[in-house]
């Protein structure tokens, strides 16, 4: 987006851009919950927004574009939950993840933004702009979960196993977890997963010293 | 279906019901393939269906109606996929299981299909239908799974561990790869998912003396 958009203007000013913007995502976020992705307009984003619709096309080439900010924005929110803090024990670190991403309840806005997400991946398998958007995102969560694993080696608290090879399992596995929440009404899904990934750190990547 | 349906007659018989459903699933298949759940209309599948449209309107309400059958054919064959042989060993079995769907690579009517099922999916937030045909489904294949680990119990080739709670580990970690493989472009995550469950399942479930 240009930097003289009205939209975004003041952004790192006053503010007020940033709260339009924070205002359409919400307003796209009611919209695609209320309408899930195939029914869902400018228009009907329009409807939750408080400013006019012409100024979302301003902006947006139309619903898709719109969409593709909008997963950026939600997928920096899950970014937020697995923020790095150097120098903490990366298994307490790997445990407060879990803690986060698979809590037994899920408020109404975790729920909303899962569930988002999960209709947004269900068009990349047919749409490239989509498919790119999300290895990028699933690349990046993996990159930090990789760097937790890496540093728990350095720390001794781990095994010297494959990073990226663990990330990978822990990202899909949380993946799966937060997919089957949002599509199913399986109540156990959560808390069994939440209980065998920590037995799988425990027995995988705890040094004997500390499991 | 009412059974004097003429989509379905001789399903039973002469087996020329089934091929004409076998040929709209098919279609399905193929429209959902190109256009994606969200342009997807029930002129679409009839362009790649040899009888008319209005045959496909004779036997469903609409497009969802469609698909909700075609979903239940799209998991059936999945479910084919972890058939049981009681007489095996469980071990032997569950690893035959992540060797048809982890596969290392994916042949392209198999791809079709897992990109078919988490497009429908991506419905299921927002849709109750939807959710209660992954309810349906995935209670079915964590059933499946879950009477592998228990004969592995029964065998003494497995610990003795819950096995709700693995079957559903094991679900969510498939369920999980399978739709990263279609919804991004990393080319790691199906191998590195098989080798970390092989070693969740060794260092969980496998008894001392068969580890």
Redesign the interface.
Known sequence: MPESDPLYEGRNGDGSGNETRAALMEATYKAL??????DLTVERIGEEFEKSVSLIYHHYDGKDALLVDFLDTMLDRLEADIALDEHENAHVHLRALFDRVLSPSLDDERYAM???I??????????ET???Q??RS??LL?DRIAEIVRRGIDQGVFRDVDP???A??L???????M??R?????E??VR??R???D??VR??LLDDEHS
């Open positions: 919950s209320e309408y899930g992705y195939a899962i569930s988002a999960t209709e947004l991946r269900g068009q990349a398998p047919h749409d989509y498919r790119e999300f290895t699933d690349r993996h990226d090879r663990t990978e399992m990202l899909v596995t949380i993946n799966g977890a997919t089957e949002v599509t199913t009404t399986n156990a899904t069994a997963v209980h065998e990934l037995e799988y027995l995988r």
